[in-house]
């Protein structure tokens, strides 16, 4: 057991690198959540409970105080059931904060627990890194993402943090999640000639969006190497061989010309169209729209890809790539569907699925 007075070589304290390599799994499972499309979404509900479980238990036996302990389970918990909750699957959210805390929602609360540890950054920068961390990958605290309020909050974080250490120092095992939010700083650049500063900043702006572009990229592949899929994705339930047919009948020509396929599980459909047959997809997934209209529930659309394109300047990274795909998708669902019922997500994946490059669009019936 690692004692919380020891310091490592850059004189932390063991405890908060012990906070820190038993909240990455978490925080990478949590991530993940967005990508989810459970078979069974109580049971990765139920997983989840257990994985926070597992970490406060783990922390506590590696040295982290209590207190410790319970700001990075809140802060997770919190962020655990927005995930959930935004889902289409999610039926009111995992209920985390309740089950660990008593509690129904954290917002407030999280910004008085920020406000706490930001007055002491250096006692709390475990915990201030991976408050950044969540913020930077979606947690949003009660405010929506990409807000200047949610903005200005993650800005907060890594000033406090910055008063504890300069940025370059921050401990690495954080680091290359907070750089996913964290644009590149462009160079000054001191021409008189207007027209050609024009031309420079568009060439820096390119460049920038490349950039960031693939260090999301990295960061995504990280966290996927980091959680095994399953441990996310629950597998098929046995009763999806015998699940009643919702798709399948209303698209049978389609099914029987290739033009896409069709897996009706228990608890979920799922539409399954290669991208590099979009461009021809106008028709079926029309009828896809009809077949969709006469059954209640969610509609997710998920575009994958390989990471097999190379980057341009109006795709600067294959999870763009995706999205745009399963954008296309989406806008020929919604005159049938409508926003409420529809969700949009991307995913970069090269092992996972046939086609790798595809678009699924997954029913989740009432």
Same mark, same amino acid.
């Given at each position: ?19 820190? %390599?038993?909240?990455?799994? /978490? ?19 139920? @997983?989840?409970?257990?994985? $926070? ?19 990075? @389970? ?6 655990? !059931?927005?995930?959930?909750?935004? &889902? ?7 209920? =985390? ?12 609360? =999280? ?23 969540? *913020? ?7 405010? &929506? /993402?990409?807000?200047? !309020? ?10 406090? =943090? ?9 401990? &690495? ?9 964290? +644009? ?9 000639? %207007? ?6 900043? %568009?060439?820096?702006?390119? &460049? @920038? ?17 980091? $959680? ?22 209303? *698209? ?7 033009? =896409?396929?069709?897996? !009706? ?6 539409? #399954?169209?290669?991208?590099?047959? /979009? ?8 009828? *896809?729209?009809?077949? *969709? ?37 989406? !806008? ?11 969700? #949009?997500?991307?995913? %970069? ?15 989740? +019936?009432?």
């Amino acid at each position: 057991m690692m004692q919380a007075d020891a310091p490592d070589r850059a004189g932390e304290p063991a405890a908060a690198r012990a906070l820190r %390599v038993e909240a990455l799994p /978490l925080v990478a499972l949590v991530a993940r959540l967005g990508e989810a499309t459970p078979a069974d979404p109580a049971e990765l509900r139920r @997983s989840l409970a257990a994985a $926070v479980a597992h970490f406060e238990a783990n922390a506590r036996v590696a040295g982290v105080d209590e207190a410790g302990v319970a700001a990075a @389970s809140y802060v997770l918990c919190a962020w655990g !059931d927005e995930q959930f909750g935004a &889902a289409p699957w999610g039926a009111g959210g995992a209920g =985390l904060l309740q089950r660990f805390h008593g509690e129904a929602e954290g917002g407030d609360r =999280l910004l008085r627990l920020l406000s706490r540890l930001a007055e002491k950054p250096r006692e709390h920068r475990a915990l201030l890194e991976l408050f950044h961390t969540c *913020l930077s990958l979606g947690l949003r605290a009660g405010m &929506a /993402l990409g807000s200047r !309020d949610h903005e200005i909050l993650r800005t907060r974080v890594h000033l406090a =943090l910055e008063q504890a250490a300069p940025a370059p120092a921050l401990v &690495a095992s954080w680091h290359c999640a907070a750089a996913a939010a964290s +644009p590149p700083r462009a160079p000054r650049v001191a021409l008189p000639a %207007v027209l050609l500063l024009g031309v420079l900043a %568009v060439g820096i702006y390119s &460049a @920038s969006q490349l950039q960031l572009a693939a260090r999301v990229d990295g960061v995504l592949a990280a966290l996927q190497r980091l $959680v095994p899929a399953s441990t996310v994705a629950a597998q098929p339930v046995a009763a999806a061989a015998t699940a009643p047919p919702r798709l399948a009948p209303e *698209l049978q020509g389609d099914i029987e010309a290739g033009r =896409l396929s069709v897996r !009706d599980e228990a608890l979920r459909s799922v539409v #399954v169209v290669s991208a590099d047959a /979009l461009g021809d997809a106008t028709g079926p997934l029309t009828r *896809l729209g009809a077949a *969709l209209k006469k059954l209640p529930g969610k509609v997710l659309v998920v575009g994958y890809t390989d990471g097999s394109d190379p980057p341009t300047a109006r795709m600067p990274s294959a999870w763009h790539q995706a999205m745009e795909w399963a954008r296309g998708a989406a !806008d020929i669902l919604r005159p049938q569907l409508g926003d409420e019922r529809l969700a #949009v997500e991307a995913r %970069v994946d090269a092992a996972a699925g046939a086609p790798l490059r595809r678009v699924e669009i997954v029913l989740f +019936p009432q």
